[in-house]
DNA sequence: ATCCAATGTTACCGGTCGGTAACATTTTCG
DNA sequence: CGAAAATGTTACCGACCGGTAACATTGGAT
């Protein structure tokens, strides 16, 4: 009847999808669906649906439901590594800042992420076959993000870079792990505090080398 | 033929499990392959198998799939009250000894779980609903853990105990996260050493109230 | 030996899922 | 317009899974 592309109602989604390519509408709604539900409790039809298309278009730009899946784990690695290109052009020079900041951001997201977690993490979870493309993309990605921290509290001055920057990791990591439970909101401020205390400490250290314990 | 209960070739659990009653082979089994497959890669045939038995007798026991789950999460549950009861007993008064006793604890159990992580936290991560009650389990049990820690924390005279037992969890937890990726493997020294750092700043700081970062 | 409880065997059900084929419809664009 | 490309619709397949019923077998205690 009526030509309006814009008939019946639209899911939640696809209001934040209105106009975007098929291609990039499916990767949204997997993505969504996968972190809620969790990847192997999301089938590939429900994914259209909220996609507002069908199976037949999915399969169309996806070779497969596990392809969908790596497709949609490297977007978000994508993102994170352009988040880290941002970061070192706004702190290029400051590796102290650069930290504090990455650590602002991710208290940011955390407090928008408590039910579910990680969806890296849970991926990782969800997909324990070594030779699954996902999974190595995350764990590439992993290693090099820790390189990174790992030059970056060498440049910050830190006495033991390494342990620094497993400190880092471990922070940031944990407090992924931690926000899941119950009645814990306070992680996001609490992890920007104790960057913070390491950064000083590791300023305090270049002029006064006391024993303060970082 | 022969009347040998051994005959034919025992699963690889079995021989750990050889004589144990039925229900509890069931259990060790479901363990091991969740664990390694995830939660909703194990069929409960697969299950009954490993456990040397058939899929009739494992639904004599549970009431159905979910509820191994349950069980599976709540003897794991059980298993680290038991712990922490040990830990009390052989720490009595010394809460600083304590933590430094889990970190190592902890550190053990990390070298041999590099792959697949916590169970508990991929248990998480494969059981979105709620309402779950392995879910609720593993919660509850998080929340009480931590109070526990911040008590702890109080009795060691560490300044701002909150924040330290926040610290405690991100390690602990985060180590596990990172574990996960190649080539780390670091973590579990470098987990007991910066745990062994704060305690000994706690005790600085009872005589000397110098700024030394937590 | 006998009886009873525990365990094993087989077959089956309904449902879901990933994936494909064939065909109809709409959109895009020269 | 008209043709080609993109998208939608329906139906289907084989595989697997959680769970159950009916019946056979084993094994231990008395």
Not at 53 to 75: C, H, P, Q, V
Not at 107 to 134: C, F, Q, V, W, Y
Not at 141 to 156: G, M, P
Request: aromatic share 6%; with cysteine.
């Amino acid at each position: 009847m009526q030509t309006d592309s814009q008939k019946k109602g639209r899911k939640l989604t696809a209001r934040r999808t209105a106009r975007l390519p098929v291609r990039d509408r499916i990767l949204v709604a997997a993505g969504d669906l996968f972190h809620k539900h969790g990847i192997r409790g999301v089938g590939v039809e429900a994914i259209a649906e909220a996609a507002d298309t069908n199976k037949m278009t999915l399969y169309r730009y996806f070779d497969s439901k596990d392809d969908l899946i790596a497709e949609w784990i490297r977007g978000m690695l994508a993102h994170k590594e352009e988040e880290w290109k941002d970061l070192n052009a706004a702190h290029a020079g400051d590796p102290q800042g650069l930290l504090q900041d990455w650590s602002r951001r991710t208290a940011a997201k955390l407090r928008a992420m408590e039910e579910r977690g990680s969806a890296l993490g849970n991926a990782l979870a969800e997909l324990p076959d070594p030779e699954h493309p996902a999974r190595r993309a995350i764990q590439e990605f992993k290693v090099r993000e820790h390189k990174r921290v790992v030059r970056l509290c060498k440049d910050a001055g830190f006495q033991n870079p390494n342990l620094a920057a497993n400190l880092f990791s471990m922070l940031l990591e944990g407090a992924h792990s931690c926000v899941q439970c119950v009645g814990m909101r306070q992680f996001g401020e609490h992890l920007v505090h104790l960057v913070d205390l390491m950064v000083e400490n590791a300023q305090q250290q270049r002029k006064a080398p006391y024993p303060t314990a970082l």
